[in-house]
Every structure is written in C-alpha cells, then in structure tokens.
C-alpha cells in the first residue's frame, strides 16, 4: 500500500528533526531495536501458532522464510520472499536505511550528506516510477537482482523526509496567522485528505503516477507540522499522541487478527447477512488486539531490551 511511504516520509523526517551528534550509530540501532524487535518477534511466534493449529498450510506459512523476518532482515535485499509476516519488510528496510543514513550524518559533512541522499532519492523514485509504469508500490520484488523495490521506497521516502527536516520549514509561526488564513488553509487540508482517501483506497485516479499522491502528502504533512490549518490544530492534541503509540503495535499484528478471525467469524453467516458490520467489528477487533500487544509486549518487551542492551 502507497500508505507506507508516507510513513517513511516522517520516519525521515524525524530522523533530522531528533538528530544528536554526541549518539554513537550503535547506540540508535540499540534504541531501534528496543522499540521495534520485540513485537516483531511475537508476530512470528503468533504465525507459528496459527501455523501449527493448521489454520494457514505450510506452503502459505513460508517456513524458513520467517528466519529472516525474526531479525528483520527480511526485505534489504539478501531473500527472494518475506514470509508470512509480510508487515515486517517496512521494518527491516526502515531500519537499514535509517542507520545508513544516520551513520552519514555523523561521520560526513552535511553538504556531502545533503548530496548523496538527494542523487539516492531521486534515483530510487525515478526507478521505481519507469521501470512499473507509474507505480512505485512493491515489497519483496527485486530488479536486475539488486534494485529491491521495498528497500528503494524507504531510501527514497526518508530521503524525501530528510530534506523537508533540513529545509528550515517548521518555522512555528502560527500564532499570527488570521482566522481568515487558518479557514482557508484547513478547507485545502481537507481537500489534499479527501484527495488521498478517494483515489489511493478506491482507485478512482485514471492518472498513472503514484508521485502525484506523494506531492499531495508532502504538501499536507507540510500543512501538519507547522499546524496552520483548522484540521492540523484540532488533531494536535493528547488524544492523538495516545492513539499514535499503539499504531505499529497495530500495524504488525492486524493480519493476525484477520487470520483468527477468517477462521472464526468470518466463516459464519453473520458476514453474509451484516457485510458492513462486519468489516466495521473486524477492523476495531484488529485494533484492540494491537492495543493489547502494545501493553502486554511491546512496552515490557522494550524495558527488557534495554536492560540487556
């Protein structure tokens, strides 16, 4: 889904925004670990159990495959599939690029730095658009055995990231906007998100360049940060930061719940009779079994790391 390049995007961007020079690169890939191995691990476990109580077949659980997912190293390039756990292909190419790009800013001169990860994601962008036609989705799909298309979006989306952090954008300067402003700035926010929704998850865009949807986030994310606009101010709020830490948590187990429930609710007739309800009850089941793993692994998962790291 062209979504997650989105979050590469602010992964890039937090990247520079965060950036200390005194941290060595061993201890950022130490605090990457901590925050992500350890739901990663569960997702592999909990695919081993479906596995064993023959809800998905051996073919579609990928045996030694998963190996890879457990280090998360199962999408840089170095495998020909992902695994069962598909999810973790963002994470295994987020984090090599996040520390090659972190090990750059520590050891070169920003002008340099500022250069290869302009060449880097121009390049990988420019690919990724000729070589499928307009699109820059893939995962695990490997052309001229080295240009891995899951790797080359997160070059490409941090890279993207990085430069909106260097470009001196986050100004702050929002308190003098006028009431007139921040209206007209929050009907175009609302503009970019319907724009967005309506043509990614419906398809309804007959233009065949993902770029355009790109551009469109940049300007929004842009929008966002410096908070001027009706809709940015309303979601920058307590709530927001709250339901923000439970989202990777989400985003690495839904299809476990989907998995459960395709063996359960699904193969009843309720989903034939409440199609919609159905999909409404599957997708806040999936979220709350997030928002479970969130407290029950990730958050005690991580305080075990950090003590043995």
């Not at 064993?52 to 051996?58: K, R, T």
């Not at 280090?71 to 069962?84: A, E, H, K, P």
């Not at 187990?253 to 395709?262: D, E, G, K, Q, T």
């Amino acid at each position: 889904m062209l979504a997650v390049d989105f979050f590469f995007i602010i992964s890039g961007f937090f990247l520079i925004y965060t950036f200390k020079k005194n941290l060595s690169v061993i201890d950022f890939f130490k605090k990457k670990i901590v925050r992500l191995w350890p739901v990663a691990i569960f997702a592999v476990a909990a695919w081993f159990v479906i596995f064993l109580l023959g809800l998905i077949s051996a073919e579609k659980f990928g045996s030694f495959d998963n190996i890879f997912g457990l280090f998360m190293i199962n999408n840089i390039g170095i495998t020909t599939r992902i695994g069962i756990n598909i999810q973790s292909w963002y994470i295994s190419s987020l984090i090599l690029v996040l520390l090659f790009y972190f090990y750059m800013l520590k050891h070169l001169p920003r002008p340099v730095v500022n250069i290869i990860i302009g060449i880097i994601t121009l390049f990988c962008y420019s690919f990724l658009v000729h070589i499928q036609n307009g699109s820059i989705v893939g995962e695990g799909d490997t052309y001229h055995y080295i240009f891995n298309v899951g790797l080359m979006r997160a070059l490409a989306g941090c890279g993207l990231g990085y430069f909106i952090g260097i470009s001196g954008i986050l100004n702050g300067k929002t308190d003098s906007q006028s009431i007139k402003s921040i209206i007209l700035t929050g009907f175009f926010e609302l503009g970019l998100i319907l724009f967005l929704i309506y043509n990614m998850f419906f398809h309804k865009l007959a233009y065949t360049n993902d770029m355009i949807f790109i551009l469109a986030f940049v300007l929004l994310f842009i929008i966002f940060i410096n908070n001027c606009g009706i809709i940015s101010r309303l979601l920058n709020n307590k709530l927001s930061e709250i339901l923000g830490k439970y989202t990777y948590s989400i985003y690495m187990v839904h299809r476990i719940a989907f998995a459960i429930l395709s063996a359960t609710l699904w193969k009843t007739r309720f989903v034939s009779t409440h199609s919609y309800l159905t999909i409404f009850c599957s997708i806040i089941i999936a979220c709350l079994f997030g928002i479970l793993i969130y407290y029950t692994v990730e958050q005690p998962g991580a305080k075990i790391l950090k003590k043995i790291l």
